[in-house]
């Protein structure tokens, strides 16, 4: 085989590679040889194809502005999903589809606003076992806040969970679907402006911890 002919494989072997999403990623194992991805600061632009049998996907710091239906359908024993500091300003029906083993969700620092524009309704279904949710610091803004419909059809859907992060506005957030999360223990405020009253946290019953710090009252 001469030289010509080896260099022609090689490069093209090493473009496809280059190509593939999976390759763009970084991956390591925990000392329990646990498999983790980083896919932090890539500059994607839509969610990556990834290895499989990944615990842990860090997706932080991209450009990715849409969660397409099904795209964790492979991922079925990942707990713990990082997609803060993108431009995600829609989660389609079906977004977190295979994802059941989902503990942690962080979905800081984006373009979301609480309504139906933003969140799919019952997008948050799949995710039964998840205790950890960061929506907090979103770039929508208040003036599109629906917090009924938000409380009722995205929120209510998390029967387990235990400790969110939230932005908070004169618009009471914590509406009747907050009733649903008999687990929820702990709120911490992100972007806060309240009007505070004996019915603000009046939905949310069992939480024991409430971090309003950083909150215009």
């Excluded at 800081?108 to 279904?125: E, I, P």
């Excluded at 914590?174 to 806060?192: D, H, T, W």
Aim: aromatic share 10%.
């Amino acid at each position: 085989m001469n030289l010509l002919l080896i260099l022609t494989i090689v490069t093209t072997v090493y473009g496809i590679i280059s190509q593939r999403t999976e390759f763009q990623c970084s991956y390591w194992e925990d000392r329990h040889l646990n498999l983790h991805a980083n896919c932090s600061k890539r500059n994607f632009t839509s969610i990556p194809v990834v290895l499989s049998g990944i615990v842990s996907l860090d997706l932080s710091g991209n450009q990715i502005k849409v969660v397409h239906n099904k795209t964790f359908l492979n991922l079925s024993n990942l707990w713990e999903l990082n997609l803060s500091f993108n431009r995600i300003e829609w989660l389609e029906i079906g977004a977190f589809l295979g994802l059941e083993s989902l503990e942690i969700l962080i979905l800081r620092k984006n373009s979301l606003a609480y309504n139906s524009r933003h969140f799919s309704k019952s997008v948050f279904q799949p995710l039964k076992f998840l205790t950890y949710l960061d929506i907090s610091l979103q770039r929508g803004g208040f003036e599109e806040l629906n917090a009924t419909w938000f409380s009722k059809y995205v929120i209510s859907d998390l029967p387990n969970l235990q400790s969110i992060e939230i932005d908070i506005s004169r618009d009471n957030v914590f509406r009747e679907g907050f009733l649903s999360l008999s687990k929820l223990k702990k709120v911490k405020a992100g972007f806060c402006v309240m009007d505070a009253n004996e019915k603000t946290f009046s939905n949310i019953p069992h939480v024991d911890q409430i971090d309003i710090t950083d909150c215009v009252i």
